[in-house]
């Protein structure tokens, strides 16, 4: 193992954002930017406050960034640690990435003993993390370091082709129900109806955790996402109540649609009302030019993976969620001697 020289220290920003947004982009299904970055972290609270609750869990919100860089001030890894406000308590969520063409010389190691230092500090019990289904090398790192497998999600793709009427064959009849967009009832009102709609539908999605965001984070974080636009809510309502919602992101890189969410009203699920709302935004991604559509899926959430399969989604690659107590990490780490120091 090649000895390198590596210092961890905190995000230098905005400076950072650039490299920050090409080491992501060798994880993430859909590519970020510099200025993505800096939108994100602009709806963000700019001091955390974390307590432990009346049953000694964590609770609240902050978050932790560190780069690890060599010795030409190169980012070559990166750890984030972060809990919301909705965050189930306890917990602390994290994204741990090292380049590629630094694997495997001590660095993952390095970033997560820092993360498991600044969740002792904050009293955390668990550590949540994701890797991809298909990168046995990043399993295998988090199997050592004791976490486990807690579900399985995957992602489906449809590539969009000049072909529409496969489609109209599939639309059900919804007479008694009309489907518009956000942009064709725009206002504080509608954006209400919506969010009553996630908070319904959000909690029996399989694997949901924590609670529903409060309205004004929701707003930040579940609707007003990047590459949205109210044209892109479609929305089905019976009279005046929105019933069902689907939200499409558009991502200008790739010329790309996914869907950020798909959720119904449980008095109205098993009507087909999923299924049109799909369908209406593969039509309106036609339209746009797009060249596909991507989703992700829990492995448990059999009626909106049926749609998929029947609206010809090829599953790809998934995601594991895997969690770990905090103590077993700490215990896992000290058994490893330390390749590197951090300054």
């Not at 299904?29 to 970055?37: D, I, N, V, W």
């Not at 649609?257 to 799909?278: N, P, W």
């Not at 905090?326 to 490893?336: H, K, M, N």
Request: charged share 25%.
């Amino acid at each position: 193992m090649i000895q390198i020289a590596i210092i961890l220290r905190p995000l230098q920003l905005p400076g950072d954002y650039e490299q920050l947004a090409q080491l992501l982009n060798q994880v993430w299904s859909e590519p970020t930017t510099a200025q993505r970055l800096l939108e994100d972290d602009q709806k963000l609270y700019e001091v955390g406050h974390t307590w432990m609750d009346e049953t000694g869990l964590l609770g609240g919100y902050d978050r932790e960034r560190q780069a690890a860089v060599n010795e030409h001030g190169e980012i070559v890894g990166f750890a984030w640690s972060w809990r919301a406000p909705w965050t189930e308590p306890g917990y602390l969520c994290n994204t741990l990435i090292v380049d590629e063409a630094y694997r495997n010389r001590g660095i993952g190691g390095l970033l997560l003993r820092h993360i498991t230092q600044w969740a002792l500090k904050l009293g955390a019990a668990a550590l949540l993390a994701e890797v991809w289904d298909d990168n046995a090398e990043a399993r295998q790192f988090a199997t050592k370091r004791g976490f486990a497998i807690e579900r399985h999600a995957f992602q489906s793709l449809l590539q969009l082709d000049s072909e529409e009427s496969r489609y109209a064959a599939l639309k059900p009849e919804q007479p008694d129900l009309r489907f518009l967009t956000l942009a064709d009832e725009p206002g504080e009102e509608s954006e209400h109806k919506l969010y009553a709609l996630y908070k319904e539908s959000l909690v029996d999605i399989p694997g949901f955790i924590g609670e529903v965001p409060a309205y004004e984070e929701w707003l930040k974080w579940y609707l007003r996402v990047d590459g949205y636009a109210p044209e892109r809510v479609i929305i089905a309502a019976d009279g005046n109540t929105f019933v069902g919602v689907t939200n499409v992101l558009h991502n200008l890189q790739t010329n790309g649609m996914y869907h950020e969410y798909t959720g119904v009203s449980r008095e109205y699920r098993g009507r087909k009302v999923a299924l049109a709302l799909k369908i209406k935004a593969i039509e309106l991604a036609h339209e746009h030019g797009a060249s596909y559509i991507r989703t992700d899926n829990d492995s448990l959430n059999a009626p909106i993976l049926s749609i998929n399969r029947k609206l010809g989604y090829v599953p790809l690659r998934g995601s594991y969620r895997i969690l770990a107590p905090l103590e077993t990490v700490i215990a896992s780490l000290d058994q490893q001697s330390p390749l590197h120091k951090s300054v």
